[in-house]
């Protein structure tokens, strides 16, 4: 069966960025007599090129993310088993995958002890928006600490906020794992006030052992912080996870002991 259509066509057409337009390729095809063969080989050939285009595409965001390559976080890999809640709730978390919160401009808060899964959730998401083409990025908030401390020396603070303002997921990982003097918090309420009034799909995604009431701890500028924390939590969802950390579930103990050995030689010495 022979399968073209001018409508995939056109759409790869714009895609690819070609200039020629669905009237201009009919009269051609009508002017060469092209069969419906021909025209399903020229639409094979361009739905191509369009998918090579948009792996490439996905290939460059995915580098550029910082998100791990190999084994990436997933919300197919991540085991919803281990969370118990509301059905309700337990939907909402499941729903992340739509990527509904960056569309909506809402950010996202994952709150809990270490080990249950927070950075997996951020990553995951993450990873989904890179599948649809937002670009992502991914920073652990002391290498943030570090990237405007040297953005001070170096007078290049304006560089610096420009790079984290250009991504539409920004996901900023272990908040409370370090301190910011009062420079670097003004440079944190500048970055978070830089993307509330960012255009399209975008958000912040956080993660924290700590509640955000007890992220002044780790900011020495209240008035800069406060500010910072109207702009993240305007329209935003904070999920709350408690419990005892996942990790080491496979963890396998071997227990040994060494057996007294006797010498044949009274003068021999133990090795150490």
Known sequence: MIDFSYDRIEECLK???????????????ADRSMSEESLSHI??????????????????????????????????????SLIKGKPEELERLKSLKSLSAIHAHKN?????????????????????????????????????????TNARKNGKESSVLTGLVRPSCLIIDEVGHCVFDKENTRLFFDLMDRRYHKEGSFNVIFTSNKMPGAWKENFDEDDALLCALDR???????YTIKGQSYRGKNLETVNLQTSKVRSTDSSEKPMY
């Not at 895609?15 to 095809?29: F, G, V, Y």
């Not at 997996?120 to 290498?143: D, N, V, W």
């Not at 993240?232 to 904070?238: G, K, L, Q, T, Y």
Request: with cysteine; charged share 25%; hydrophobic share 40%.
């Open 43 to 80: 639409d094979y050939l361009l739905s191509y090129l369009s998918d090579k285009k948009t792996r490439a595409t996905i290939d460059m965001i995915m580098k550029t993310s910082r998100l791990p390559s190999k084994n990436p976080k997933t919300f197919d890999s991540f085991d919803f």
């Open 15 to 29: 895609h690819l960025k070609l200039d020629i337009s669905i009237p201009e390729l009919a009269t051609l095809a």
């Open 232 to 238: 993240i939590f305007d329209d935003a969802i904070v």
């Open 108 to 148: 996202l808060a994952f709150i809990g002890p270490p080990g249950t899964g927070k950075t997996h959730l951020a990553q995951a998401f993450g990873y989904e928006c890179c599948q649809q083409g937002l670009k992502t990025y991914f920073i652990k908030m002391t290498e943030l600490r570090d990237r405007f």
